[in-house]
């Protein structure tokens, strides 16, 4: 059996979504293939879009911003990821870029939260997502996590309006469906071998990888295990496919979080983590790419989370690794402070806090908290600490330096802090004290997720894998604006920014 469009997309998540809106929308066919059945990472995360420069949420909210501001944050977390010329379009779109996603559905909203968070609770959907407040020096700060409005975490809604939105645009979407291959034709991809399912088996496939993602993601062997079974219906069930691209072939596949090969090659030290994103993610897509020419880069850039905040109080602890010694700015935003664990203390590290601190932050648990936010929080400030009246104590409690932690407490408090933290969060800690364990691994009742940036290189005007005709990447296949380092919404909005871009360029190639 044979299919043909004229723009063909590989991956149903944000980037895949907004590729195949674009190319609709440029008056040309679009099918779209998914594996499972669609949503990807995206309908798993929070919804969270990085935007700025005059939002008309951040106006609503009387927060200034400029793309000038938004650009030298961003400038700081991006480093050489892609180009100054890139950000700047980037940035200069972004508002726009909103404006576009909410013609397209997605709610967003104007209430701000008042308290520094991971992810705000259901009644803010405007925060600041990212380190801007610790980078005053940098750009002067502005919030730009644009949360999707919806209650819990509303990654679902941001990519069910993009789908309605694809569907209604004329879009085929094909669930349950394999990219394998990809076909040639004189160095020019023109199309894609796939492997779908039908009938009972696709029901059942549905079924299984449905629980396989989200109940996965709180007990990961459970996860591993049904998508196991549906891995066994595609090969017993499974009947090929090709799909016939006549201008273009979009990879949209998400990352490789879920490969260990990959993982182990590339980023080993991450591999203590929590995987976030579907078995989708498995770098089928990136191999796709490379199959035909395609190279790729940055494939070492991984984020790991390891949010102090919720409740925002924590950030008047010092974070300490195991030789006593402090790690880093301790409001920082989770993935910088994470990789300073990972990358300076071998993935080990301790809040210390006082008295003073665990009370105000037990108080501010209730009411700064979402459900997953709360078990965490409940659990950091009991069973994950120990206490004790002296440093000493502590420090053997947690197996830690002494003297290097009691040279740390003696050196906190001063202001201006040696870190740059600002005035209102330090002051000295005095005893009894507690060391809260916010080490990297894979634990019940605090996991850090980890996330892969790297992929395949693309031409930044226009999305096109570098060196293959007729083949472009978005998202997380690609190498993109959030690809050395992350801020919470960034992923997101690079998805809608290079999607639409690979969308737009496909739809204007010459057809073959």
């Not at 600041?128 to 679902?156: C, I, M």
């Not at 993009?162 to 291959?181: F, I, M, N, Y």
Request: with cysteine.
């Amino acid at each position: 059996m044979d299919v043909s469009a004229d723009v063909v997309v590989v991956g149903f998540g944000a980037a895949g979504a907004c590729a195949a809106i674009e190319a609709a929308g440029a008056g040309v066919s679009v099918v779209v293939l998914d594996r499972f059945a669609g949503g990807g990472a995206t309908a798993l995360s929070g919804g969270v879009v990085y935007a700025g420069g005059g939002t008309r949420q951040q106006v609503e909210a009387g927060v200034p911003d400029t793309p000038e501001g938004m650009f030298d944050y961003l400038r700081h977390e991006v480093g050489e990821a892609v180009s100054g010329e890139t950000l700047w379009r980037f940035c200069r779109g972004s508002a726009d870029m909103l404006t576009w996603l909410e013609a397209r559905g997605v709610p967003f909203d104007a209430s701000l939260c008042p308290f520094k968070t991971s992810y705000p609770t259901n009644d803010y959907y405007l925060y600041y997502s990212g380190s801007e407040q610790a980078r005053r020096d940098v750009a002067p700060p502005a919030p730009r996590g644009h949360r999707t409005k919806g209650r819990g975490t509303s990654g679902a809604v941001f990519f069910a309006r993009l789908a309605d939105c694809a569907r209604r645009s004329g879009v085929r979407v094909l669930p349950q469906t394999a990219a394998r291959e990809l076909v040639t034709d004189g160095g020019r991809v023109t199309g894609v071998r796939c492997r779908g399912l039908s009938g009972a088996p696709r029901i059942a496939h549905r079924v299984l990888s449905r629980f396989a993602v989200k109940p996965g993601l709180y007990y990961p062997p459970l996860g591993r295990s049904l998508h196991r079974l549906a891995a066994a219906l595609e090969r017993r069930h499974g009947r090929d496919l090709l799909v016939r691209a006549r201008r273009g072939v979009v990879i949209a596949a998400g990352g490789f979080v879920f490969d260990r090969e990959l993982m182990d090659e590339h980023a080993p030290a991450y591999r203590r983590g929590l995987p976030l994103g579907t078995p989708g993610d498995d770098g089928s897509g990136i191999r796709l790419g490379t199959s035909v020419g395609g190279t790729t880069a940055r494939m070492d850039r991984v984020t790991a989370w390891r949010f102090i905040t919720p409740p925002s109080a924590l950030r008047k602890g010092v974070l300490v690794g195991p030789d006593g010694r402090r790690v880093c700015d301790e409001s920082l935003y989770g993935a910088a402070v994470g990789e300073a664990i990972i990358t300076g203390h071998g993935g080990r590290a301790w809040l210390l806090v006082d008295d003073g601190v665990l009370d105000e932050a037990r108080r501010q648990v209730p009411w700064q908290t979402l459900w997953f936010q709360r078990l965490q929080a409940r659990y950091l400030l009991s069973r994950g600490l120990v206490t004790g009246l002296t440093l000493d104590e502590v420090a053997e409690a947690a197996g830690i330096d002494a003297a290097g932690l009691r040279a740390t407490a003696k050196a906190y408090g001063d202001v201006p802090d040696a870190l740059g933290k600002a005035p209102e969060l330090v002051r000295p800690l005095v005893p009894p004290y507690s060391l809260i364990d916010v080490s990297i691994r894979s634990r019940v009742g605090y996991p850090c997720p980890v996330l892969t940036l790297g992929g395949l290189v693309v031409d930044e005007r226009t999305g096109r894998v570098t060196g293959v005709e007729g083949l472009y990447a978005a998202g997380r296949s690609a190498v993109g604006v959030c690809s050395e380092s992350y801020v919470s919404g960034l992923s997101l909005a690079d998805c809608v920014f290079s999607g639409r871009r690979a969308g737009l360029h496909a739809a204007g190639e010459a057809p073959c």
